[in-house]
């Protein structure tokens, strides 16, 4: 039976390989910091130590910045590559929020957490963080922080963007410079420079706990060892001495005497079983496939589908975030698997088309979406390019740099042709076109009103659109015996129609098999 990479490193870590690694920023006093004699301590460093100990587990807290457990790009946070790849087992300290659930799993919370506003020294842009309106002011915030726009949308407040910092005195200094207004961040003890505003918000959805990678097992011995520490009364016993050490007040929780109801649901709750869990990715960028709400929940087709196939698979199965570039790298027409995939980060990307190219380096499941080609050219077509000939040589092409529409799909096709522009994007295709620089420009976008669709259908890809595993991978094994009882069902067909009424959008979905009737 074929062993995953992940379950290769899984089994790898035993009581006498490497700690599991938990890892801290280092400036977050009391949690994590460096005192004065250089050495690495703290609150987190305690906890991780304690928990570590009851649960016989050998661990290690040490320094790494923050982006190894968690970065925002293009306004989307996603996971580090520390935490993705296992260089890190876990983040202590991070939010339990609803967005990141998306990205991460984690422990039970073992502190509280809250938000707060900051502003230049006597707020001279009168910012009032209990006015629901916050689109008049720029907004900063940390990257990877939680304190984001589903935050805010979360907590009913409406604002225009966020400006991204990489740390608290970047943020600070874009405050005293004016660049930005306001500085929404975790309670950060004892800042220097800013004005805390009154009052304090939550974006977390039940405190803070050690951030871990999706399908992570630490969870399972972690949780146990910390309910043992806690309801022992030697968690709040450490809090006490921790305060007094470092000289600062903890966010800890409660007693379990005062404890509330959610929190004592929480701490005796049983364990989860054992399964191994299948990680798909996407970018949550492409709506309606993948998309984040306003709340900051992933949502979409896409994670639909991939919940009806698994569970007909019976599988435990969940979708995440993930740059395109952890899926697939490309040099010219060379495409590489993306680090992420290739290192077992997660076990599929969806939304690839299945072309000869990438079968050099990938597996791919059945198709379930279709796709086509086509070419447009300036309206009236006054050049009188015809596709369906086999010579474009009197013609200059273009294409999209990213695009799978390129010169090996024209060799397959058997067309003939000379000159081939490639460009960065649609629009400067769309304007090499529109200035006379080339003739016809061939691609897979449709609905470009701009031009003119020529009626001419091609595919330069093995039928659509897949879900594309690592070389080797058992995915598309069970994948397709599940999808194919999906799709001859009718059930398919019926789940995309469905869900184009739910979206408002025409899925391209495989036709029916023969015979199927609504």
């Known amino acids: 039976e074929k062993i995953s990479v992940s379950e290769l490193k899984s089994q790898g870590k035993s009581e006498s390989s490497r700690p599991y690694m938990f890892a801290v920023d280092g400036v977050r006093k009391p949690y994590n910091f460096i005192n004065k004699f250089g050495t690495l301590i703290g609150f987190d460093v305690e906890v991780v130590k ?3 100990q009851i649960a016989g587990k050998k661990c290690a807290t040490i320094l790494l910045p923050f982006s190894d457990c968690s970065f925002t ?4 946070d996603y ?4 935490i993705a790849s296992e260089l890190i087992d876990g983040c202590p300290s991070y939010d339990i929020t609803i967005d990141r659930k998306n990205e991460f799993d984690f422990t039970l919370p073992y502190i509280e957490t809250r938000a707060i506003f900051s502003v230049a020294p006597g707020n001279p842009t009168d910012f009032d963080p209990d006015k629901s309106d916050f689109r008049d002011f720029k907004l900063v915030r940390l990257s990877g922080s939680s304190t984001n726009g589903p935050c805010l949308t979360r907590l009913d407040k409406q604002y225009s963007k966020f400006l991204i910092a990489d740390n608290y005195e970047q943020a600070k200094q874009m405050i005293l410079d004016g660049v930005a207004d306001v500085l929404f961040s975790g309670a950060k003890p004892k800042s220097q420079g800013l004005e805390t505003l009154p009052g ?13 990678r999706k399908g992570s097992h630490i969870a399972r011995w972690w949780d146990p060892a910390f309910k043992k520490f806690y309801f022992s009364g030697e968690y709040n016993k450490l809090c006490w001495e921790a305060e007094r050490k470092y000289g600062e007040r903890l966010s800890c929780l409660p007693r379990p005497e005062e404890a509330n109801f959610r929190l004592l649901t929480q701490l005796t709750a049983s364990a989860q079983e054992d399964e191994y869990l299948w990680r798909f990715v996407v970018s949550g960028a492409i709506a309606p496939y993948s998309f984040l709400t306003k709340e900051g929940k992933l949502v979409g087709w896409t994670k639909d589908f991939i919940s009806e196939v698994c569970r007909i698979a019976k599988k435990k199965c969940v979708l995440m975030l993930a740059k395109v570039a952890e899926c697939t790298a490309r040099d010219g027409e060379i495409f590489y698997p993306g680090p992420g995939l290739q290192q077992g980060n997660f076990d599929a990307c969806t939304g690839y088309f299945n072309t000869y190219e990438r079968q050099n380096s990938f597996d791919f499941t059945d198709p379930y979406l279709v796709s086509d080609a086509s070419f447009y050219v300036l309206p009236g077509n006054p050049k009188k390019f015809d596709p369906s000939k086999g010579d474009y040589s009197k013609f200059v ?3 999209a740099d990213t695009s799978i529409t390129n010169d090996h799909c024209l060799n397959r096709l058997g067309k003939k042709f000379g000159k081939l522009i490639t460009v960065k994007d649609m629009r400067a295709a769309i304007k090499t076109i529109k200035e006379g620089e080339a003739d016809a420009w061939f691609t897979k976008r449709k609905g470009v009103t701009e031009l003119e669709e020529l009626k001419e259908r091609f595919h330069c890809e093995n039928v659509g659109t897949s879900v594309m595993t690592r070389k080797g991978s058992d995915l598309p094994t069970w994948w397709n015996r599940a999808f194919r009882i999906f799709y001859a069902s009718g059930d398919f067909n019926r789940f995309c129609e469905r869900k184009g009424r739910e979206f408002d959008f025409d899925f391209p979905c495989v036709p029916p098999p023969k015979g199927w009737q609504e």
């Open 50 to 52: 304690q928990v570590c």
């Open 73 to 76: 790009y293009k306004g989307i």
């Open 79 to 82: 996971a580090g590559r520390g």
């Open 200 to 212: 304090a918000v939550h974006c977390d959805d039940s405190g803070a706990g050690v951030l871990l």
């Open 397 to 399: 092409l273009v294409r």
